[in-house]
């Protein structure tokens, strides 16, 4: 249990990608239920290219979450474009993701 678990009260199914396959389909290696606090409000954010692109929402979570992810959340598909990390003043321990969604 986190330091921010009891904010924590939507949920998500993460699905942690490697790569593609021959296809060009995502190669997905874990598929995962996360806590999070999901916020469905387009923003502009920047890609891992440096590109800006408006965001579906954003979630903050205490997973580990990558860009180019795949993230379920009340039946709609989106993919993972941006990842922040973000560290408590008073301890370094606990982390909390903010991750935008398009």
């Known amino acids: 249990m986190g330091y921010y678990t009891n904010l924590l009260s939507d949920t998500a199914v993460l699905k942690t990608v490697d790569g593609t396959d021959s296809d060009g389909k995502p190669n997905i290696i874990a598929l995962d239920e996360i806590d999070c606090k999901i916020e469905f409000k387009n923003a502009l954010t920047v890609n891992a290219q440096g590109q800006e692109v408006t965001s579906s929402g954003r979630l903050y979570t205490e997973s580990v979450v990558k860009i180019d992810d795949i993230l379920e959340i009340k039946d709609r598909v989106f993919k993972v474009v941006n990842v922040?990390?973000?560290?408590?003043?008073?301890?370094?321990?606990?982390?909390?993701?903010?991750?935008?969604?398009?």
């Not at 922040?84 to 935008?100: G, H, M, Q, R, T």
Request: proline share 11%; aromatic share 26%; charged share 10%.
């Open 84 to 102: 922040n990390p973000y560290y408590p003043i008073d301890s370094s321990v606990f982390v909390i993701n903010e991750v935008y969604f398009a």
